[in-house]
């Protein structure tokens, strides 16, 4: 029997996947479970009266199991881990937090700006950790297999390369060479390839948060 999950449509096409990276780790964790599932595209800017009766507070992803709807991805991933423990997503505890602060301090970096504020030098010590983690430990984040750390990390560095490259011409320097190995490993899984977001619906998603429409800048 399908689960039923509900993500984010597009900004702006509201019948194609969308760029939440949250939606896509619970689609992912899905995917490397093989566990069926109907998909629900959610237009945030125009919320049906049904999704906010499953969640009131409109945010997705929301899951149903066990005819009970869930929020919150790292909920979700947890729950989805209890009832289908086969395959194993499941972390070591002593890598389980491993890039865990890269997403909010790339947030912080491309809301920035102050180029003296320090946010690129967080950026970059965070990224260098991940490298020195995947140079000892690579090629996933607990070796030879995919966790669900990496599930978590993938839309995640997706995002942050699409939206940095976009809005500020930065990339993740060249020197972290075992990131790039990573990303190139993590962006070419077929499970990846089919739950992410178009890159111009990343951009047009980040777009709002950067006070950007098609008529005005406000960077």
Request: with cysteine; net charge negative.
């Amino acid at each position: 029997m399908a689960v039923e999950v509900c993500v984010k449509a597009a900004t702006g096409a509201p019948t194609v996947l969308g760029d939440c990276p949250f939606s896509q780790r619970v689609l992912l964790t899905l995917e490397h479970k093989k566990i069926p599932y109907e998909l629900h595209l959610i237009n945030t800017d125009d919320k049906p009266q049904w999704f906010l009766e499953i969640s009131p507070e409109g945010k997705v992803p929301v899951i149903k199991i066990d005819d009970k709807w869930i929020a919150d991805s790292d909920v979700i991933v947890g729950l989805l881990e209890e009832k289908y423990p086969d395959p194993s997503l499941a972390p070591p505890p002593h890598v389980a937090s491993v890039g865990s602060k890269i997403f909010s301090s790339f947030v912080k970096f491309l809301k920035s700006k102050d180029p003296s504020d320090g946010s690129e030098q967080a950026v970059n010590e965070e990224l260098k950790a991940l490298d020195e983690h995947l140079k000892s430990n690579g090629p996933y984040i607990n070796g030879e297999k995919i966790s669900a750390v990496d599930l978590s990390l993938a839309p995640k560095l997706y995002h942050l390369e699409t939206v940095l490259g976009s809005f500020k011409g930065w990339t993740i320097p060249e020197s972290l060479s075992h990131i790039h190995s990573y990303t190139k490993l993590l962006f070419s899984d077929k499970s990846f390839e089919k739950t992410k977001a178009a890159k111009e619906y990343v951009v047009a998603g980040w777009a709002p948060k950067m006070c950007i429409t098609s008529s005005r800048i406000c960077l």
